[in-house]
C-alpha cells in the first residue's frame, strides 16, 4: 500500500518560512512527477509548485521567487521551501505523484500552514 507522510506544516508569522517535507513508498520514486498542491477553506485545490523526473521545475504565479521545490530520490522525499510567507498563503497543503502514461495518482494526506499574526 503506498504511503505518503508529510510533515513541516504549522503557524507561521507573515514573512516567516516554513519547508515541508514527503515521505512517500512509490517505487521507483525517480520515475514520478511530484508535485504540491494547497487547498484554501472554500476554495479549490490549486497547484503550488511541481517538479519532473528530469528535475524540471514549475510554480504558480502567486508563489513564485518565494517558494522552491526540490526532490531527493534516495530519500523518496518531495520538498517545499516556502519564504516570504503571507496570509494568503494559508491552506492545506497536499504532496501529490504520478507517472507518465498512466491514470493513477498519489495524493498525500495534507498538512495545514497557517500564516498568521
Known amino acids: 500500500q503506498v504511503q505518503f507522510v508529510e510533515s513541516g506544516g504549522g503557524l507561521v508569522h507573515p514573512g516567516g518560512s516554513l519547508s515541508l517535507s514527503c515521505a512517500a513508498s512509490?517505487?521507483?520514486?525517480?520515475?514520478?512527477?511530484l508535485a504540491w498542491y494547497r487547498q484554501a477553506p472554500g476554495k479549490q485545490r490549486v497547484l503550488v509548485a511541481g517538479i519532473g523526473s528530469g528535475g524540471s521545475t514549475n510554480y504558480a504565479d502567486s508563489v513564485k521567487g518565494r517558494v522552491t521545490i526540490s526532490r531527493d530520490n534516495a530519500k523518496n522525499t518531495v520538498y517545499l521551501q516556502m519564504n516570504s510567507l503571507k496570509p494568503e498563503d494559508t491552506a492545506v497543503y497536499y504532496c501529490?505523484?504520478?507517472?507518465?502514461?498512466?491514470?493513477?495518482?498519489?495524493w498525500g494526506q495534507g498538512t495545514q500552514v497557517t500564516v498568521s499574526s
Open positions: 512509490i517505487l521507483p520514486f525517480r520515475i514520478y512527477a
Open positions: 501529490y505523484a504520478d507517472l507518465q502514461g498512466s491514470p493513477v495518482v498519489y
